[in-house]
């Protein structure tokens, strides 16, 4: 890393530094939150780092996820011992990636912010998925965020398969930069570098094991994330990245590590999944009937062109999967708000009530 880092090192430009004005917060440190664990962040200043928390107010008038700091994050801060700092505002983000969160009705999970290219690494092995790239597209084109993806370990397989998992990624997704890598001879490693900008955040996605730490470590030319060994019997890296963590190379890019992803749950995605299935959208406009499903309606374009071959069916059934789960998410989260609604005015009302029995 360079022995001196400014704030446009980090990504900072003249957009936040207008807000930073108009907002008179000028009086306060400019910083990126680098790292978060729990209630507490890294806010990284230049060639300076603290150990963060939120001021009471920001804490308590939070209403959900979104008004608190996540990795990627720029803040407003002020130093009140050496290295620690309290954390006063959050800048405004151009990009939010987020999936639903597991095991959490209705709630989102917040990946990264802040993020200008989500790079989807899938290894070419068992890991290898085109409906999951499908997701992760989704999840990029749903946050602003331009996807690139790379193929991991080519190692492993011959000159003709690799050809031919190309042909089929580009059969069904379109438009999309594909590299292709090898992270033990690092074949392609060069082709990653080149795309990798000064000042622009990149945001690693995956699977446990697919080779993002692998990746991040030899594009910083030293083993600053610990990578698991691979396993000969399923041929399979283990998941060792436990948490978000934002890097500066020294040549300028900034790149976000994150643990594998089981489960890439779709949230209120509604113009991403248009943008990753720009074909079936496109065609949608040419059914017969304004509501149709496109499950079994007779006149319906989509279907047609299923039927026709002219879309793979196998990607049409993806979209409905994540269409499905889009619907279901966003009704979740109108149920769940109008149950917190109508337990406000329930507390509100026992409150009313107990004030006047007082009387």
């Known amino acids: 890393m360079k022995s001196t880092l400014t704030l446009e090192d ?129 999840i990029c084109n749903a946050s602003n965020v331009k996807p690139i993806i790379i193929l991991s370990k080519i190692d492993l397989i011959d000159e003709l398969m690799l050809n031919t998992l190309l042909d089929t990624i580009k059969k069904r997704i379109k438009g999309i930069s594909i590299l292709a890598m090898s992270n033990q001879s690092k074949i392609g490693l060069d082709k990653i570098k080149a795309i990798i900008n000064k000042g622009k955040t990149y945001c690693l996605l995956g699977s446990s ?30 998941h060792v990245t436990t948490h978000r963590e934002l890097i500066v190379l020294d040549d300028g890019g900034i790149l976000i590590d994150n643990p594998g992803m089981r489960e890439i749950g779709i949230t209120k995605s509604t113009e991403g999944l248009e943008m990753t299935f720009d074909d079936i959208s496109e065609l949608s406009q040419g059914c017969k009937f304004k509501n149709c499903t496109h499950t079994s309606e007779k006149g319906c374009a989509i279907l047609n062109a299923v039927k026709n071959g002219d879309i793979d069916s196998d990607s049409y059934a993806n979209f409905q999967k994540m269409e499905k789960e889009r619907a279901f998410f966003e009704s979740s989260v109108e149920e769940k708000r109008k149950k917190d609604k109508d337990f406000g005015k329930m507390v509100k009302n026992i409150k009313k009530q107990r004030q006047r029995n007082k009387y």
């Not at 963060?52 to 990627?72: H, K, M, S, W």
């Not at 130093?79 to 800048?91: C, M, N, T, V």
């Not at 405004?92 to 095991?103: L, T």
């Not at 917040?110 to 992760?136: C, H, K, P, W």
């Open 10 to 138: 980090l990504g900072y430009n003249e957009a936040l530094e207008t807000y930073r004005k108009e907002q008179n917060i000028d009086s306060f440190l400019v910083g990126r939150a680098i790292l978060e664990h729990k209630d507490r962040y890294i806010v990284k200043t230049g060639n300076n780092e603290f150990d963060a928390e939120l001021i009471g107010n920001l804490r308590f008038t939070a209403e959900n996820r979104y008004d608190l700091p996540a990795v990627g994050d720029w803040v407003a801060i002020s130093e009140y011992d050496e290295g620690k700092a309290l954390i006063h505002a959050i800048y405004p983000r151009h990009s939010i990636i987020e999936r639903q969160a597991v095991g959490k009705y209705a709630q989102t999970q917040i990946i990264a912010t802040n993020i200008d290219y989500g790079l989807i690494v899938q290894s070419v092995n068992r890991d290898f998925n085109i409906n999951r790239l499908e997701r992760y597209l989704t």
């Open 209 to 238: 094991g697919v080779g993002k730490s692998t990746l991040l470590n030899l594009l910083i030319g030293k083993e600053l994330m610990d990578t698991g060994a691979i396993s000969e019997r399923i041929d399979r890296g283990k």
